[in-house]
């Protein structure tokens, strides 16, 4: 059976600086892997090469068998492939639903003279991407802030509104960059109970850079 992911030999170099050097991993479908290690050692370096913020200076990367490999940010989106940051980013002006429905626009789509008009195709993309959006909304106990800005939710809430966007584009393989950073216990716990869930009833391959074991042992 073919890996879902398939990393073989990849690195890139900071000028004189090797930042990651020929890293390999094999990710098989519906697994939970966790990339650990020390502050600096290039996990988010990886993050980055993996989702096309950088070039790789060597090595391939295979996503279902295709190479995927330089590709842009958009392209490998679209391929399969989302992600979050250890730094939040929202679109926090946006309101919790649209920051959603921006993670759906990869497979809704409408052209710009039906969206101009607002014909009948724009009104029933609309309408779908509404009815998906609150789903995933209530998966994440957001439903009852969707019309609240990104921007004025607990630190928490932001962090579960990111990963909901990212599952927006019904992605294949879902990386996450320490999502339990800056949280409080309680925070915590309820990220693991909405990561399990999430792999479970999504069948959601993942691979997240975390520093608390105690996370990855227990989703």
Do not use: C, W
């Not at 929202?90 to 003279?113: A, I, P, R, S």
């Amino acid at each position: 059976m073919t890996a879902l992911l398939e990393v073989k030999n990849l690195g890139i170099s900071f000028g004189g600086l090797r930042a990651v050097n020929n890293f390999e991993i094999q990710i098989e479908k519906e697994q939970l892997y966790g990339l650990i290690g020390p502050n600096g050692a290039g996990k988010t370096t990886i993050f980055n090469l993996l989702t096309g913020v950088y070039r790789p200076d060597n090595g391939k990367v295979l996503l279902d068998g295709k190479d995927i490999t330089g590709k842009s940010t958009i392209e490998i989106n679209k391929a399969g492939i989302a992600r979050t940051f250890q730094n939040i980013r929202l679109f926090k002006d946006l309101t919790v639903l649209d920051n959603v429905k921006v993670g759906l626009h990869n497979n809704h789509h409408y052209n710009t003279v039906s969206g101009i008009f607002r014909l009948p195709r724009f009104r029933t993309v609309e309408k779908e991407m509404n009815e998906k959006a609150m789903e995933l909304l209530k998966v994440f106990g957001l439903d009852g802030e969707a019309d609240v800005q990104a921007a004025n939710l607990p630190y928490g809430k932001q962090r579960k509104l990111e990963i909901a966007r990212a599952l927006a584009t019904n992605p294949k393989l879902l990386l996450l960059d320490e999502p339990a950073a800056g949280m409080n216990p309680n925070e915590t716990g309820e990220l693991m109970d909405t990561i399990r869930f999430v792999r479970e009833n999504f069948h959601m391959t993942i691979l997240l850079i975390e520093h608390d074991m105690k996370l990855v042992s227990g989703i």
